[in-house]
């Protein structure tokens, strides 16, 4: 039991420290395709630093993430 315990405040932990390398960018952001395409994004976006992967919502509210290799830049108002 005392394993298991130790094991869950670890997990605990690590989870918490993973979300400090994300960064909320305050929108509306204009995000650049890779084929020049662009997504408008009327709220936030979330970065994660490690990955570069880029989250954000579209305006029915459904969740879309953008690996790095899917976009070229970014720009936020």
């Not at 084929?35 to 709220?43: E, I, M, Q």
């Not at 969740?63 to 970014?74: A, E, H, P, T, V």
């Amino acid at each position: 039991m005392r394993s298991f315990l130790f094991l869950l405040s670890f997990l605990v932990l690590y989870s918490c420290d993973t979300l400090q390398d994300v960064n909320e960018i305050k929108g509306p952001c204009t995000i650049v395709l890779t084929d020049g395409s662009t997504v408008v994004s009327n709220g936030n976006i979330e970065i994660m630093d490690k990955t570069g992967t880029i989250t954000y919502r579209d305006d029915a509210g459904k969740i879309w993430s953008l690996f790095k290799d899917d976009y070229q830049s970014y720009a936020c108002n």
